[in-house]
Every structure is written in C-alpha cells, then in structure tokens.
C-alpha cells in the first residue's frame, strides 16, 4: 500500500488519503472572553476555512453551549479553550478504528434488543460512508466538536438524523477512546513486527554472504579479537529477536478490550461485551471497568519496547557511521542512503543511520513522557489522558519507519573486505590465541596471559604483530612455544577455532543463519 501523509498531522497514513500539510493556524482568530464558538474552524482536504453558525449542523448541541455535553453551561466555551482542549488534529488518525468500533457497538446494540436491525443497518452504512469520505480527503473535522468521536458521530447525524444519535448509547468516549487506540496499537505492533522480520532477513542475507570475512572485534573499541562480518551481523539479529519477542508480549496485553465500560462504573443496558470483543478481534475484555478507561500501560509498555528497539538501532547506526569513515573504511553504503554537503564537494554523509541515532531519543521521550503523564492520576479517567497520544503516535511512527529504512539499507551495504582484514591484523588481536596455545601445552592461563603480555610489549616496542614474530623471538617468552604456533597466530585459525554454538567461526555462522531463517519462517 503506497504511504501517504495524513493532512492537519503530519502523520504517516497508510490507511488515509489525505495529502498536503495544513496547519490548524489560528493565529489570527481572537482569545478574548467574548469570542466564543460561533464560528467552528472547519479543516477539509487540504485547505481550512471558518463556517458561520448558521452553515454549522445542530448536533445533540443546546442553545448555550453548542456542544453534546452542554446541558449543563450557561455559556459556550471560550474560543482559546476550545482550541486548546481539542485534539481532533491529531486524533483523527484513530478515524478508522473509531469507525470499527462504532459499528461492532451498533452491531452488539442490536443483537441485545436495544437498537433495532433497521437502526444498525442504518448507522453501519453512514459510518461507511464516512469512512470513505474520510478517505477520500472530503470529510469535514471540526475543531469545535473537539475530537475524532465527536465528529464522526456529528456527521453520522447529519447524514441519518436522529438515529444517528443513539449509537452512543451504552458507552462513553472513555472507553471509546481507550478501545481506539488499542485497536490502532494492535494493527501499529502488526506493521512494526513485519518490518523487524524484513530487517533480521537482509541481516541473514549478509551473514551468509559474508561468514568468512574477517573483520576485527572491539571492546572499549580497542582491537580484541578477530571476528566475521557474518557473525556480527547475526549479533543485530539476536537483539531484534528480542525486540520482536517483546513487541508480540505487548500486543497480548494491548489486545483486551475495555469497550463496555462506559465512563468508569459500566453501564445500565444489557451489553454483550464478549460479543463485541468478537467481533473486534479481542483476545478478551478488561475485568475492570475502572481500570479498563484509565489505564494506559499498554501505551507504556510499547514505548519501552520501542524504546529498547531504537536504542538497538541507535548502536547499530554508531558502527555504521564510524565503518564509513575513512578512518575505518569498513563498509560502502550505496548512494540512495546518504547525502552530500553544501560547500564540501568530497563528502558522501551516512544520514539515514544518524538520523536513526538522533531519532531514538524522540522515542525515550514519549517513554518518559507518558510515564510522567500517568504517575499522579487518581482513578478513573482524566483529560490529562488526551496526552497520550502524540508521544505514541510518534513512538509508533519513528520505530516503524527507522525499522523500514535499516531494512532498506542493510542489504545493500558492501563489506571492504581487505580493508576489514588490514584492520584485523593490527592490535595484537590473536595475542588470547597466543594464550590459549600455552595453556594447552600445560600452563596455568594467569601465567600464560603474563607471558602474552610481555610479547606484547615487545611488538609495540619494536612495531611487531605477534604474527610477523619469529619463532626465536617469541620464545624468548615461553620455550613451549614451537613452530606450529603461526598457524594459530593467523586470522583464519583464530576464527575457525571457535567453532562451537554462537561462536564466530564461519561453520557457527551458517549454522545460526539456518536457525535464524527457521525463525522467521515459523512467524
């Protein structure tokens, strides 16, 4: 499905097919205390435009308010506050999951008597219809009707008058809310679990091209021992397992459904609540009506696992970029990836994974952020909930795409390899080998380790790798050192002895790879 930019948000929709980039943009309009919400900021397409009162429906409004709750105001919200307090620009992304919801809830209605078949009907074909409309980029949000619900359901009424009015019946925007945005996280975890499956596949694809490359691995980015290209990149394939495992836990939990609940106490009418979980895909309904609205861990849960899942990335983009530095000249990423400079003509600039690092701290905010929002609210909901959303969304929308573009650009990456193995044979990086050798000629390795240490001081000294060595001159360390000791000195010999379950040798590496595809194709 070709991406699409939801308009008023910015957003990234791949179900909407808005275009443009309208702002809400109400710079002009007046705060004071007599300007009212007599004309509602209407936002439609890509363009936005004021409507008088008298172009505005009368939607369950009262004389004073011009709102559905306003029964009890004897004057209409102050503009400023209005547009304050809405959320109907960022929370009409929820538009059809609103709309999946509603018409499971006017389908439940029916079947427990308290709608008829011909009202369901009813409402089930204008609720489609204004998903089209919606999609088509020709619906009308208001901002003055405040959020995604509240216009659905006004222009519901406006299309199938009075019957439109009781799909409402028996819920609140408490748990129509929190019922939308776990049906929004739930098809979010489904997109972003496909994108970690694409990537772990471009990482086999390289680890199985690449098992016998050598390349040299760090600790504390010093040179420690020789590895294979193939083995570390089966290292990113480890940590995004876990990052998948962890996603599809939080999908678990994510899939309960809090629809029935109503305000906070449930609700009077005879609902089917396992009838309407059915038919919404729910593994199961909340057992609380309490917690069912006002809870949001679920929404924490995933930024946490979002948030480990970019940190991954995040370390993966710091080698990339320093493996395309001509320090290192590791890699060659293709020129789709990566950008030039406006005055420096040679530079060729690993953007996508910097943009990728900078952007995992986007998504340790919203973690942080929405454990700050929750950490003071008594029971049960409050509007402090309202903000929950745009650091999800974002959290949703920068893994996803982070994810998309590591897995655009992973396979296409090209491995140096004498650049890799020129790399490897500087910094002693077979000197455990070295150790390794004397302890299987009988002695202690804390001995041996002190013998390799000196050998290694030498080489510094006298500009040697333990390999250019002669045999005289490393056994002035060790007489147990005898000729066949080059053969474990060398890069191939290093790797290949470890060859042992999540070792580095290449045999290990095919191996894992064939595990790893297993994996995948078990999902």
Known sequence: MPERYCSIEKYRCANCSHTGSDTLGNENQSTSASDRIGNPVIIRGSFQRHLSTADTSEFMSTDKTNQSWGGRFSEPVDAFVARFTASVTFDQRLYRHDIMGSIAHATMLAKVG???????????????????????????????????????????T???????????????????????????????????LGEITRLQKGLLEQAEREAGSIMPGFTHLQTAQPVTFGHHML??????????????????????MPLGSAALAGTTYPIDREYTAQLLGFDAVGGNSLDNVSDRDFAIEFCSAASIAMMHLSRFSEELVLWTSAQFQFIDLPDRFCTGSSIMPQKKNPDVPELVRGKSGRVFGALMGL???????????????????EPLFDAADTLRDSLRAFADMIPAIKPKHAMMREAALRGFSTATDLADYLVRRGLPFRDCH?????????????????????LEELRKFSDQIDQDVFAVLTLEGSVNARNHIGGTAPAQVKAAVARGQALLASR
Request: hydrophobic share 35%.
């Open 235 to 256: 290292a990113w394939f480890e940590m995004l397992s876990r990052d998948y495992e962890r996603l599809v836990d939080c999908r678990k939990r994510t899939n309960r």
């Open 450 to 470: 002190e013998i390799v240490g000196h050998a290694v001081k030498y080489g510094v000294e006298n500009g040697k790798d333990l390999a250019e060595m002669s």
């Open 158 to 192: 406006d299309r199938i008058g009075v019957t439109g009015k009781k799909l409402h019946t028996g819920r609140s925007r408490n748990d129509q809310v929190a019922t939308d945005i776990r049906l929004w996280l739930r098809d979010e975890i489904d997109l972003i």
């Open 114 to 156: 308290v709608l008829t078949d011909a009202e369901r009907d009813s409402i089930i074909d204008g609720l489609k219809t204004i998903q089209g409309e919606i999609e088509a980029g020709q619906f009308d949000w208001r901002v003055d009707l405040e959020d995604v619900h509240m216009n659905i359901e006004a222009r519901l």
């Open 371 to 389: 454990l700050t929002l929750m950490k003071g609210q008594p029971l049960a909901y409050n509007k402090d909930n309202q903000e929950d959303k």
